[in-house]
Each structure stands twice: as structure tokens, then as C-alpha cells.
């Protein structure tokens, strides 16, 4: 009887081959331990497709990207690889209020396949995207400047699994309302009172991704796919200098809708430049009625503070904190954060930011270590991962963006007569690549009164180290930055359970998540999907978490109908 | 192992006495079948309880009211009762930055009380507020100026039903999260990757409720208990017009509150008046991170834009529409609508406002009845609905605010030389309460292209029959007032398959709850708690629904630790 019982053939199809996945997500989703549809290692790819790729790509490199759009005005795209090159690719431009206008008279019509059909060319879009991942990797590694492993694992099957993750929450939320019900009332003596009653699930309207240069994925996918499975057309702004990931992305999701027979337009690129940004337009249009945003905290408090007419969702910046109490071995310690500063060169938004360690050492073993062995030994992990340049190229990546080179300048001239440089960065040559940007972490030394200089995010491959009065001051500058910047992650090493406790307290308190004696091969960095929340959304980073049932329960509203229900189903 | 365990023993008896309706209540929110925790017939009630409440009532009036407070700065406190006299109680006041510093060092203590312990406050003050119905009926009567029936049901169970739901939803939202888990990640030749992870509800914060005079219980109680029991103090902001029954319902929280060895101030009221309202003061203090509101679209859509800190939701004004196309008894359908219209004089947010008959008639059963036949009809049975005073003071009740009597006669006088009176509204003698505000409905005529005069609220006993040039007219200027207005309800009459499809389709693009040839004694004006949502959250009346998901996620968030796993968990 339901309208949204499944017409759809090829999406019928899909969703059977698919339904094993998805029940294992939603199972996944409430479970929490450690569970991946997708591989992460290149080896589990097809050889051929990781041996084509990277010609793939240079095919892809000086022509036009074609894709469905409606109102073409022209041609735009200068994305320079972070690696050395211009990757030539010229995207289609719609007029905005054209392509909002064809994306607005598509709701009815997406909003009626239903959540089944929805979820079913979801899905087979990420299966396809998945088999996409090496040339993926590509097109993540040149725009973002992500090492080749890393663009292979955040751009596709992390990605991919935060996408999965998404659809499984969205299809949670979704499944969870009942189609219809028969409601009976007893009366009393007057018998009872009898409706039929039926629910719909009703997207909000328009949703707009803003996305980010160094995770165009990664950030991107879970607000894309939660949107579109819940009903929602999705407009897709990608940051200017790293379009291709996102274009190649509607391209896949282009293809299924159409195979599944919707409006491939239901998921647009809207392509901009830095001299003229669409993002602001687009996000304070009436029609728009999502807003997904990662980026500056400058433009996403904007955004939260003028886009009265969307759900925003947003995480920007913080500042991400490491506390250093004590702990049992220091060359584990040491290894583990030289590691965490040196991933992607500190341009991950879970990249340690600042080191508290008290001025008067910290107990490592039973031994006291000066606050200068500490630090010695954060250089020497940093000094010796970076030994080897070609294989630091494999996890420091390329620097994004040329900002990023001046910034470093910046903060090493700023601390002149108040602080010292323990490790200057420096330029390493990529071995397949020597005109990337390539930088070792820059680890500066302050005391705590210098909030000035550290209390705030300096993006990139920079961190300081600062010289508290001792743990208490630690956590208490700790507790005063994340309440005014906030941070996605929080660290701590100590060997004390009291401290430990007022460090799990703290973090309640200004809700960020708190990575504890990290000293193996897992990283605060690092985030699990279907485990690791990531962000809270309860502090200055982030107003939302990825991915939790906040993050979905305002894409859609439910409406429901009733009538006196008949003689034949009372 | 948790820290979230319960040690409260107060708690925990409370808890497993009200844990198998927590059950119930929670099956109840996914069925979404008739199910009410409490009855809603005052016969179920002990007889000495409701003979006493008019008594204890009066032992209230012209005394000061005592409340667990902080900073106590003086008295307020100027209800006035529809029904003709004063109530003369005096509320403390107390400075607000005080207010709010107390509940603000109060949020870690309640936080870390977790989430069965306030649980099971919640279920314990909303059965001791259930016993407490009769009198609460009095206080709802006597400030809202419902009648005493009405004030019986959806000032005691229905609110009580509406705040079980509301904790229903909140624990089920917070049970999905678990305390701990043991995340192993396979690392191939390197083993495996395990960490012990632990998850925090975290409340937001400080919750405000901004309560409206006219169901000061019901619409606040969801947002009341949602917060409460998610970890957040709550400060409660009542409508001058009508304290005491929010008064009542904090003085029992507090009492459950000291009993389970929390402090009471954890809930709080905020008691301001007319001339120095405190609404916009506390909704913008930083340390406000919830408000949930119902009133004017003004301030609702002032809150939207400007408590930029807090979460915000809100239940604002509409246009409740009718669409008369066809019917097969219109003695049914005269009869359902009257009541509709009559039912505390249109002073419900689902009341009806605007109904629209084709001006060349409509289908009765198989024969044409004329626009002014159906008027006539809808005349005849309000004159009947209201022909013995006694009775229709039972339903009718009383006109909150002297304002609603001034637009009674704007509304008259501003139809004058474009339509007509259908119906005068008059004055009643209330048996019991010579000075009662008691008015029928106005019932007005106007044609279709006066929608500066039908197309907004007109608060109160006053509804407007608009002629249209036939059904398609009247779907088509509902879309476009409810896209500019929104709605709680709409209802449609019709026995044509095509036109009921279009009104459900109708209804899903304007997100409105949508009533299907209501003829018997249900009427749209109702809202049955555990199965309809009241408001959908996607139209301008209403930016969230009483009670989803979105109403419940995102007062709280989820903060996690992760640390190695030690052998002995691993």
C-alpha cells in the first residue's frame, strides 16, 4: 500500500546486493568496536587499476571535465598540484540560480522514490567509488598534497566508509518511523476511536557541501551522502584547489542516478574561483536548506551566524592539544607524537597543535626528565623519522598550500626574544617529485604566559612546545583555550590515575575527544569510522560530530496524514 | 566499571519502580499505536484529591509562592484569571547572572549523576506532578482560561504524556551510545591494533524554556524533561500571564531533586513581567546553550536569528487550514469542524483558521451544496455547539488575553465592504464565574483574492471562510501561505481519490501534518503524544517537532577517551 514501496528495477537490484552491507553498518554503528566494509591497503585493490592510474589521471590532466549541469556560464579551474604541476582541468560553471532552481523542482520526484531507492543508488555509488580508489588517490594526492598512501586511504576507502557510515545512520533514522499504523482508542462506553495514520519522510530542501582542500572526501562525503539518502538534492562547492576528487565523485553518482532513472542533476558540482566566490551566495539562498562546511572558523561562524535558513553544519578550527603528565617509556611517547606532528605535515584537523610539559619535567619511569630531555627527545623522534627524505615524502605529504610556507616563516619570526626554535622545518626533495613542497615540522618552545603566540591554530607543520607550572597549569590553559578555540583532539600521557581522571573530566567539560598514553602505532590523528566520533560538536571546532544522530535527524522532517480508519482495516 | 553507574539508591528504587513504563513508553515512540502512560479521565483520579483542588487552590491565591532559588531580588507575580479575578501569588525573582552561575557550576555534578539517575528523577516528578492533576487543573484554568475539562487533560495527563515521551526519547537516544568498548583492529603481520574505548553523555549546557500562556504545561514539558534528563539545568521563563502551573511543576522537581541528593536549583523559574521582560536577556547569555520556545513567530524568528550560542526550538504561529472539496455527510463534517472551531475558542496552536469551499460548492454525498449551504451548515452547528452557555463553557472556555477580545473586533471591522459575517461571536455568561471572558466563534466571509485579511494568524475565536474558484484554487493558495507561513494543521474534505493524493502530496511539500475527512470525534485540533508529531519542524510554525529525533540529539553530545588496551582487556 506504501507509496514508497519500490518501483525501481535497477534499484531493486542494488539494494539486495547491498542489504548485507548496510545491516552490518547499522549493527556497526551501535556497536562501535572495529569494523571497515572497505580494505585501506592498496594490496587489496586490483593490480591493473593501481598500475593504470596514475596514466588515468594524466589523461584527465589539460582537458575539460564533463558533467550534467543545466545553465552552463563558462569554464573554470586552476588547481596546481602541492607536488609541482597545474593540473589543467578546465569544470563546467552553472549560473547558481539556475542550477538551484532545476535542483529545487527535483525534490518531489527524489523525495518519492523513498528511502530504499535512495539508499540503494547511494550504496552503488560507493561501491563504484571504492573501485575508483587508486585513481582517487591520484587526484586527492595532487590537489591536496597528501602522500600517495595517505590520498589512497583518507580519499577512498576511508572516505568511503565514512560515506557508508552516513547512509547507515541515515537509513537508522529513517526506518525507525513506521510507514503507517492503525490507532485505536478505546472509549470507553462509546467504543473507541479508530485513524489510519501514515508517515513520510520529507527532505529539508537543497543541501549545500562547502568543501575543504585537504580532505575533499573525507569531510565531504558523510554531509553528502546523508543529505541524499534522506531525500535531499545535494550542491556540491568544492574548495577551488581541489575540485577533481569531488568532480570525479559526481561523476560516479551521475551515472547511477541515471542508470537508476532520476535526474543526475539531483548532485551538481558548483565550481568557483578565489576571485569569485560562490560559497556565500549559495549558502544565503532561500532554496538551500542544508549546509555542510569544513574550513576556516572565520567563514563557518559566518555561516552559522547568517544562513538563518539552513541546518548548518560545520567544523573549523581548534587548537588540539597535547598534555604531557608522565608516562613509563619516552621513546615509545616520543615516537608516537614525532609521528602525529609529522603526518601530512601537521595539516590534518586532528594534528597536535600544542604540548604542554611542565617546566619542572615529568616522571618517566621513576625517573625525572627535564623539560628539555622531553623535548629533545620529541626532536630526535621528528629528526629521525624525517632521517630518510624519500620516505618521509611517504607520510609528510606536500604542503597544500604556499600560505602555509609564509605561516611557518611567520611563527618561527614571532616567538624572536620570547621563545626558541628546538627543530627548524626544512625543505625536503620528493624523489618523484622535486618541485613539491615538501617541509619537516617546525617545533617551537614558549612559556604559558605566551598565549598570544600559541593559543591559537597556526595550520601546517608547527607546533610549540610550552613550558607549564606543572600539570594542574597544564590542563588549566587547556581548559581556558578549547572553551574560546576549541579542538577536535586532546591528548594525554600519564601514568597517574588522578591526573588521568581530571583529564577525563576536563574533557567532558569542554567536550573534545581525549586520546590517552598513545605510545604504539595508533595515532591521535587518527579517527576510526563506525567507532571514533569525530569532533563532538559540542566545543568552538566543530558544531556537529561526524557522525552522529544529530548529524542526520535535521536533514528530514516526518509528516504524516490520518484519516477515520475503514469498517475493512479497523 | 562506569563512572555512569548508578550509586544513588533513592535513584535507583525510583528506577526500577518507573523502568517497565520507561519500557513501554519506549516501544511506544517506534509503534507509534495508541498507547498514554497516564488516563485522561479525572474519574481515574482519587475523588478526594479532585474535590480539595478548588480548595488548595484558593489556599495559593494572594500568598508568596516559595521556591529553591539563589539571589533573591524581589517579588513578581500579576495573574489574572480569564475567568474574572485575580490570583495575587508572588514568585521570587532572582538576578539572572546569579541564576545562571549557580546552574552553571551545578552541570558536572548532574552530568556525571548519569543518565538513569535522571531518569528516574524525571519519571519520578512526573508521576508525583500525575497526582497532582487536579490541582494543576486549577492553575492551568485559572491563568490559560481553558476550560476546566480541558485543563484537566492537557494541562495534567496529555502534558505528563507529552513529558514521558520526552524522557522516552531522550533515553533511547542516550542507551544507543555505549559506556566502553574494546576496538581490535586487525594488523595483519603486525597483529593487532587495540584500544579501550569509553564513551560521556555531555549535556550542552544551560536550558532555557520560554513557556506560552496558554499551554504553559504541554508545550513546555518535552524541552523541560528532554533537557533535564539529557544532563542540563534548566531555567524555566513563564509567560507572566501564567506562572503557577510551571511554578507547581518546579516546586515538585525540586523536591524529587533534594530527595535524590541533587540540588534542587538544577531547575529553576525565572519569573519576569510585562514591562521588564527577561526572555531576550537570558536567551542570549553565552551560557544559554538550549532554548526551547513557543509564542509569537517575532520572537520565535528573533531567537532563530540571534541566540546564535544555543540550540534553538521553536513553536511559533501558523495558518491552520481547512479544504472543504467534498464530503459524504455534512452533518458529520458540520458537526467535527464546528467543535474544531469551538474547542477553547480557537486558542489552540491546531486550531483552524481558514477554510476553503469552492465558491461554486461542493459534492455532498451525490449532491451539489451551494458555498453558502456549507457556510450555513458550519453556522448552525457552532449556534448549536454553543446553544446551552453551561454547556459550551465546558469546551469553549475562556479568552486568555483582553487582546484576543480587540481583534475579535478589528477582524469584524476590517472585513467591512469586502465580506461578510457569517457568524457574530458573542458573549457567554459562564455559569460559575460571572466575569469570565467567554465568546463564540466569529466566523467571517471573504473571497479568495483577500488574503491580506485571511492570510495570517488572527489568534483566537475568529476563522475565515474563503471562497475559491474550486479545489485547485484552495490547494494552491494553501501551498502558497503555508510556504510563507506555516501551519500546525491542515485538514481536507474530500471523497475524490485524485484530490486526496494531491493534498498528501501537498502536504509533504509544505511539510504539514495533514487530517483526512475528520467527521467523527476525533478533530485535527489533537495531537495524540506516542503517535502524532506535533509540528513537523520543516515549515515556518515551527522549527522542530514535538517529539522526534532532532527534537532530542542535539541536546547532548558525545564525548569519548580511547586509550592502548591493557592485556588484561585485550
Known amino acids: 500500500m506504501s507509496s514508497d514501496a519500490m518501483t525501481n528495477s535497477q534499484a531493486t537490484l542494488w539494494f539486495s546486493r547491498h542489504s548485507p552491507l548496510l545491516d552490518q553498518a547499522v549493527s556497526a554503528i551501535h556497536q562501535r568496536g572495529y569494523w571497515a566494509p572497505f580494505p585501506e591497503h592498496p594490496k587489496a ?22 558533467l550534467q549541469g543545466v545553465g552552463e556560464i563558462g569554464r573554470a579551474g586552476e588547481e596546481q598540484s602541492p607536488y609541482g604541476f597545474a593540473l589543467g582541468i578546465h569544470y563546467p ?8 532552481e532545476t535542483q529545487q523542482s527535483l525534490i518531489g520526484g527524489w523525495r518519492d522514490a523513498g528511502p530504499q531507492t535512495r539508499v540503494a543508488v547511494a550504496l552503488e555509488a560507493i561501491h563504484r567509488l571504492n573501485a575508483l580508489s587508486p585513481l582517487m588517490a591520484q587526484a586527492v594526492q595532487h590537489t591536496t598534497g597528501q602522500s600517495a598512501n595517505m590520498a589512497f586511504q583518507a580519499g577512498g576507502p576511508h572516505a568511503q566508509d565514512r560515506a557508508v557510515e552516513a547512509v547507515a545512520y541515515s537509513w537508522d533514522a529513517m526506518a525507525e518511523i513506521p510507514q503507517s499504523v492503525l490507532w485505536r482508542k478505546p472509549m470507553g462506553k462509546r467504543g473507541q476511536l479508530s485513524l489510519t495514520k501514515r508517515w513520510h519522510i520529507v527532505p529539508r530542501g537543497i543541501s549545500l557541501s562547502i568543501a575543504c582542500c585537504t580532505f575533499p572526501t573525507w569531510n565531504t562525503y558523510p554531509g553528502l551522502f546523508a543529505s541524499l539518502v534522506t531525500g535531499n538534492p545535494v550542491v556540491i562547492k568544492p574548495h577551488p584547489d581541489s575540485i577533481l576528487p569531488l568532480a570525479l565523485t559526481v561523476k560516479v553518482l ?32 532561500p532554496r538551500v536548506r542544508l549546509i555542510d ?20 553544519f560545520t567544523e573549523k578550527a581548534g587548537l588540539n592539544t597535547v598534555i604531557i603528565d608522565s608516562m613509563a617509556d619516552i621513546t615509545a611517547v616520543a ?18 597543535q600544542v604540548i604542554y610539559i611542565p617546566a619542572s619535567g615529568v616522571m618517566v619511569g621513576g625517573e625525572c626528565w627535564s623539560f628539555e630531555q622531553v623535548a629533545d627527545a620529541l626532536v630526535s623522534s621528528i629528526a629521525q623519522w624525517t632521517a630518510d627524505p624519500a620516505q618521509a615524502c611517504g607520510f609528510l605529504g606536500a604542503i597544500q598550500s604556499e600560505g602555509t610556507l609564509v605561516r611557518i616563516q611567520q611563527c618561527r619570526e614571532a616567538i624572536t626574544g620570547r621563545g626558541s626554535v628546538l627543530l627548524d622545518s626544512k625543505s625536503l626533495i620528493h624523489p618523484d617529485f622535486p618541485s613539491a613542497r615538501v617541509q619537516t615540522p617546525l617545533l617551537l618552545a614558549l612559556a604559558s604566559q ?42 594525554i600521557y600519564t601514568t597517574r590515575d588522578d591526573v588521568l581522571a581530571q583529564a577525563e573530566n576536563l574533557a ?12 604504539g602505532s595508533f595515532y591521535m590523528n587518527q579517527s576510526a569510522t563506525f567507532s571514533d566520533f569525530h569532533g563532538t560538536g559540542g566545543n568552538p571546532a566543530a558544531n556537529t560530530s561526524l557522525t552522529d544522530r544529530g548529524f542526520i535527524s535535521r536533514r528530514f522532517v516526518v509528516v504524516q496524514s490520518r484519516r477515520p480508519a475503514t469498517a475493512a482495516t479497523d
Open 45 to 66: 585493490y586490483p593490480a591493473e587499476s593501481l598500475a593504470s592510474a596514475a596514466a588515468e589521471f594524466q589523461t584527465l590532466l589539460g582537458q575539460p571535465f564533463e
Open 93 to 100: 560553471q552553472y549560473d547558481p540560480d539556475t542550477l538551484l
Open 254 to 285: 551521475q551515472e547511477v542516478l541515471t542508470e537508476a532513472g532520476y535526474d543526475p542533476r539531483l548532485v551538481m558540482l558548483a565550481v568557483d574561483t578565489r576571485p569569485a566566490p560562490l560559497a556565500a551566495r549559495l549558502a544565503t539562498d
Open 293 to 312: 562546511f569544513t574550513g576556516s572558523s572565520h567563514f563557518g561562524n559566518w555561516l552559522e551566524q547568517h544562513a538563518h535558513q539552513a541546518e548548518v
Open 335 to 352: 615516537g608516537n607524537l614525532g609521528f602525529s606532528l609529522s603526518l601530512y605535515s601537521g595539516q590534518m584537523c586532528t594534528s597536535p
Open 450 to 491: 605566551d598565549q598570544d603566540l600559541y593559543g591559537k591554530e597556526q595550520f601546517g607543520p608547527i607546533a610549540y612546545l610550552v613550558r607549564t607550572h606543572g600539570t594542574a597549569e597544564s590542563l588549566s590553559l587547556t581548559r581556558q583555550t578549547l572553551l574560546a578555540q576549541g579542538a577536535i583532539a586532546l591528548a
Open 508 to 519: 567532558q567539560d569542554v567536550a573534545v575527544s581525549l586520546s590517552i598514553n598513545l605510545d
